[in-house]
């Protein structure tokens, strides 16, 4: 089992399949996406000797996230080999949406078991002036696909902007009154690329866990392998809601995942520097011992916390850039 010299373990991979993204939300690619210095994606090969490797390290769970994963034409490739890889027992997936409609059925043949909907508001005006696009009508009918085809689990995801924030709980609570979704809100990030944005809109979601418990929610246990949000549930609700606040206390200390960018370097932490270079190794299928010892060697150096109340950010311009 992978695991720091914290005694943290890590059961969850988010696997970068790009850094490309179609939408140009204002919180992280604002402009577009622009490659300054072409590179290669991993190839299948690649990805499937990565799989392989944390799932004998003790993995059970894999997220494929971008940039915007579904805009690599090998996707369902991609998804085969991860769902197939034995001691993987979850394949999920962050998406914006835009594709959703039109391949939730081949997606969820294809071994995909859960998966998030960036969706950072209910109404069509204020989720063009975010994302950029007018594509609303079609992520919502992604999600009701996705919801046809009876996945383990239909989550969206929704950055708390100081502005509409309140508003958008509101609506997004009376949406899941008979909806079995769960809602994740996550508090807004302070990324390299954004410093001014960050300290205009952040707004901290501890005082919706407070609206919450006030409102007679519970607090559900996380599972092993489940991600950093603090999930509610109550009675008369199907759906749920979820709170990712990297800013409250002692949030590093029960971090349980490890990112591969899409250039196949090994990431610590969202926030962490550089990345360990994995690629060389990825070549030779026969390299998978020195694969593993490089990976537990750099968990080794992971820090207690990602500093964000120091204001570091680390070497991480944006959330598309490592699969946030």
């Known amino acids: 089992m992978l695991s720091d010299s914290f005694s943290r373990k890590f059961f969850y991979l988010r696997l970068s399949l790009t850094d490309e993204c179609n939408f140009k939300c204002n919180y992280c690619l604002p402009d577009g996406y622009h490659c300054e210095t072409p590179h290669s994606n991993l190839n299948l090969s690649e990805i499937a000797q990565i799989a392989q490797c944390f799932a004998k390290l003790g993995t059970n769970k894999i997220r494929l996230t971008g940039g915007e994963p579904s805009l690599r034409k090998d996707l369902v490739d991609i998804m085969e080999v991860c769902a197939n890889t034995p001691g993987i027992k979850q394949l999920a997936m962050t998406t914006n949406g ?82 079995p979704v769960e809602v994740r809100f996550i508090e807004l990030m302070q990324m390299g690329d954004q410093p001014d944005y960050f300290h205009k809109h952040h707004i901290a979601g501890s005082g919706f866990k407070q609206l919450l418990l006030n409102e007679g929610w519970e607090q559900q246990i996380r599972a092993h392998n489940a991600g950093p949000a603090q999930v509610f549930q109550h009675p008369d609700y199907a759906g749920k809601i979820g709170l990712i606040m990297p800013y409250s206390k002692d949030f590093c200390a029960t971090c349980n995942r490890l990112r591969i960018s899409s250039q196949g ?46 204001g570091n950010t680390g070497a991480t311009p944006h959330l598309a850039s490592i699969g946030g």
């Not at 011992?289 to 120091?310: G, M, N, T, W, Y």
Request: proline share 2%; glycine share 4%; with cysteine.
């Open 98 to 179: 835009f594709k959703l409609a039109n391949h939730a059925k081949r997606w969820k043949d294809a071994g995909l078991s859960h998966i998030n909907v960036s969706v950072d508001s209910l109404d069509p005006r204020q989720f063009e002036l975010i994302t950029g696009t007018k594509t609303f009508t079609k992520v919502m009918a992604g999600i009701d696909a996705a919801l046809e085809q009876d996945f383990a689990a239909v989550k969206l995801n929704a950055v708390l902007i100081k502005q509409m924030a309140q508003q958008n709980f509101r609506k997004y609570l009376e949406w899941i009154k008979d909806r």
């Open 265 to 310: 370097k090994l990431h610590l932490c969202l926030f962490g520097e550089e990345g360990v270079e994995l690629r060389d190794l990825l070549q030779d299928p026969s390299q998978l011992a020195p694969l593993s010892q490089r990976i537990e060697d750099a968990l080794q150096i992971k820090k207690v916390s990602h500093f964000l109340h120091d």
